[in-house]
């Protein structure tokens, strides 16, 4: 996605002073972490060039993608190993997956993999890869789902799934990855096809995710104060709460809700939309680096990942909690992280929901966090 485009849609989410950058002290440090992470991650990559588990090709995507944010040029062989393995996982369809050694809950993770990889694969900014980056996009287009119900609009883990199914976590990431590499389809040949999604139907799934009454009609949107204006996974379940009545309803969470945030800046909805306005006032009132706000330890590194990109893409360092305290976040999440690292250079989550235990995955996630707070 351009980033005139982010500017024009996100820049006034949070009230703040305008991008200001990081101390030079702490800006050193946060290189320096960097670079200690970045040389453990190139450390761990195999012979054939992949990280973690070979069958999931996006694992080496983010890998290959916090190299080139960090140190394109340190990087330059890890990162064409990487691009060997990511393209021999290519399919005839434009996805790019490669089937599992043992059968799993969402098959091939098909469209997951697809979405992190072209998007890493365009950070790339090599001419020679447009053409995967455009077949991707066409088969990413495809597997929305527009069928009549309530996932409609979101994508799941994999379109072969035999029933209706859409979450914000892979809903979110094809988002991402359709309006950052929107500008190969000005590239197509004269009278090709150009492929994106029905952003209308991205904004009604995202409404069936969202505890805001009005917007959320469901059964399953929550009354609670606390709640309103967060995200949660899926319509109807995920993070969910019973009462003592038996109703469930939607638990807000921190990376879903910066998810889903994150998500109406790429549906260009208006930053004083009431939707908009909402999520945030959430994420101020929840405002906390110590855990994913609502789950903990769970999917910590990922919240990290979400939430600074989506600050990022405000374009504001700053922002107001409900006490009045000013948050410097990009100070705030440098210093957290650094603070986290190992002494050999890694990070990883001793909580392994969502596979966070892999410090492949975890660093990963962090150099890309770092390198967004970065100015």
């Known amino acids: 996605m351009k980033k005139s485009l982010l500017g024009i849609v996100a820049g006034a989410l949070f009230a703040g002073a305008a991008q200001a950058g990081l101390p030079a002290e702490l800006q050193a440090e946060t290189r320096a972490a960097m670079a200690k992470g970045a040389a453990w991650l190139a450390a761990q990559q195999q012979p054939d060039g992949h990280w973690a588990l070979a069958d999931s ?32 996982s290519v399919q005839e369809n434009g996805s790019i997956w490669r089937s599992p050694a043992m059968q799993r809950k969402g098959g091939g993770l098909a469209n997951y993999n697809t979405a992190v990889c072209m998007t890493a694969l365009h950070a790339l900014g090599r001419p020679e890869l447009v053409p995967v980056v455009q077949n991707a996009r066409a088969y990413l287009a495809k597997m929305q789902y527009l069928g009549p119900d309530a996932y409609r609009g ?51 799934f995202l409404a069936q995710v969202q505890n805001l009454p009005g917007v959320n009609t469901n059964s399953w949107v929550s009354a609670d104060a606390d709640n309103r204006g967060g995200f949660a996974y899926s319509p109807g379940a995920g993070a969910s709460v019973t009462n003592a009545e038996g109703k469930v309803t939607l638990r807000s969470y921190g990376s879903m809700t910066y998810a889903g945030l994150l998500s109406l800046v790429y549906a260009q909805v208006d930053a004083q ?25 769970e999917g910590l590194y990922y919240f990290f990942n979400v939430l600074t990109k989506c600050l990022a893409a405000a374009g504001n360092d700053t922002l107001m ?53 970065l100015p």
């Open 57 to 88: 090709p996006a694992l080496t995507g983010l890998a290959m993608w916090a190299l080139q944010k960090t140190d394109p040029a340190a990087y330059q062989a890890a990162i064409n190993r990487a691009l060997v393995f990511v393209l021999t």
């Open 154 to 204: 979101g994508m799941g883990y994999d379109a072969d799934q035999g029933r209706p199914y859409t979450d914000l976590s892979n809903s979110y990431m094809a988002y991402e990855a359709m309006r950052l590499t929107q500008d190969v389809e000005d590239l197509r040949a004269a009278g090709e096809a150009k492929a994106d999604l029905d952003w209308s139907a991205v904004q009604e």
């Open 273 to 297: 939309d009431g939707r908009v306005q909402a999520a945030q006032d959430w994420a101020r009132r929840h405002w906390t680096l110590e855990e994913n706000p609502g789950m903990g330890a």
């Open 321 to 373: 909690l409900p006490d009045g305290r000013t948050v410097v976040w990009r100070e705030e999440v440098a210093r957290k992280l650094i603070g986290l690292q190992k002494p050999d250079g890694f990070w990883v989550n001793e909580n392994n929901r969502w596979w966070e235990a892999d410090p492949n995955l975890v660093t990963a996630y962090t150099l890309l966090a770092l390198a967004a707070a």
